[in-house]
């Protein structure tokens, strides 16, 4: 085999040669292009995976203001829960306040009705038993009507505070009520047993009232003495009226 070493080294030129065209001319740009694909891949790349993470911060951001918005759903709920509660509650209190208001008055309002009842009857039963009376002494002797009433007017004047009898009919005339005009013996026994009883004469002005149906009656500034059957009614009354 015979081996042509001019034509060799030729060949070996012209591979050198393009060698270095395909790497000044080829190789060069096309790395240069590989290499901006693979820097504008890599830039993408960048960009997906900030938007992916911006994505999910926005997606937890949302998951958060859902449970935020749940969580603050049922706080108003518990709170509106709450405040319906105590709603609830004051209103009850309120009827509870305005029943037993109502049953209070109407207790107030029942006993205020009982006691005038009661005051209507011991008026209407102390005129009746006055109007009885008055019939029972119109058929007695004149006579009883006062008389058997001077011992129990001298006891009643006698039993008086000493400061309290010493004022009676002193330096002015004493006023007495009879049920009837008195006759001169009783007026003279009156004048002497009441000059006794006080201690001192007496002058008397003698007033006649029937409605005293039957006694005698001294009434001064000082001192109100009763010994009559219209005295006796009346306390009798106010007793009633009061039990």
Do not use: Y
């Not at 060069?28 to 960009?47: C, D, F, N, Q």
């Not at 004493?174 to 006080?198: I, M």
């Amino acid at each position: 085999m015979h081996i042509d070493w001019w034509t060799l080294g030729l060949q070996a030129i012209n591979v050198l040669i393009l060698v270095w065209l395909l790497q000044r001319f080829l190789l060069k740009p096309v790395t240069a292009i590989i290499e901006a694909r693979r820097a504008e891949a890599a830039s993408v790349m960048s960009l997906a995976e900030q938007a992916r993470a911006d994505a999910e911060t926005e997606r937890q951001k949302a998951a958060e203001e859902v449970q935020r918005i749940a969580q603050s759903r049922g706080e108003a709920l518990k709170a509106a829960a709450a405040d319906a509660e105590a709603a609830k509650a004051k209103l009850l209190a309120q009827a509870r306040d305005d029943a037993e208001t109502l049953r209070h008055t109407a207790a107030t309002e029942i006993d205020r009705k009982r006691l005038e009842a009661a005051a209507a009857d011991a008026e209407r039963a102390k005129a009746l038993a006055v109007e009885i009376a008055r019939k029972l002494f119109t058929r007695l002797p004149d006579e009883a009507k006062v008389s058997g009433f001077i011992d129990g007017l001298v006891d009643a004047i006698v039993a008086l505070p000493e400061e309290s009898r010493s004022d009676i009919g002193k330096g002015t005339p004493l006023t007495l009520k009879t049920a009837r005009p008195l006759t001169t013996g009783e007026d003279e026994t009156l004048h002497a047993r009441l000059s006794s009883a006080l201690g001192r004469p007496v002058d008397l002005t003698v007033i006649c009232d029937t409605d005293l149906i039957a006694g005698l009656e001294i009434d001064t500034p000082h001192a109100l003495v009763r010994n009559s059957f219209r005295g006796d009614l009346d306390r009798i009354a106010r007793e009633l009226a009061h039990e």
